[in-house]
């Protein structure tokens, strides 16, 4: 970006330069008091012309240069403008996204939180099935409570970047 900045100013300079020399070769050739009329000052810019073709074709050729490098410096402004744009917008969604990631580690947080809690639940009620369930079968003829080997329960990790939810077999 500084070196489009840098360009810029450089053609402001170049654009300043030739405003300068097309002053320069106006300033003296057309005079203007009070009492002209523009129709006057109209006339005297043509009768100039007629007279001096070569000042008119030099101040021509520096109208026209003038012109092209308003338009390189525009469509360099607007280069550097798009790029300020996106910019700003990349720098936003970034700040948007750290707030959702810190958000989702809240989250994260409180699943890992209730998955401890959940898993030592579990065990506990393993413990009290291990110990009802002898007298269940003595009783009902049929297990209390089945399926311990496969409970699990979710957990997030992350490495850094990427995260993960996995399930943990209490």
Known sequence: MDKIQAEIKELNSQIQALQQERAALTQNHIESSENNT???????YRRQA????????????IDDAIAFLEQQKQQKQAHLNGKLTFSKRLLQQQEELEEAKK??????????ELARELAAEIKL???????????????????FITGFKTISVPYVRSDGQVWNIVNRVV
């Open 38 to 44: 523009t129709l006057a000052i109209v006339e005297a």
């Open 50 to 61: 007629r007279e001096n073709a070569q000042l008119s074709a030099e101040l021509k050729g």
């Open 103 to 112: 958000v989702a580690q809240t989250h994260a947080d409180r699943v890992n």
């Open 125 to 143: 009620l393993k413990a009290c099935a291990d110990e009802l369930s002898p007298m269940y079968w003595q009783v009902y003829y049929k297990p």
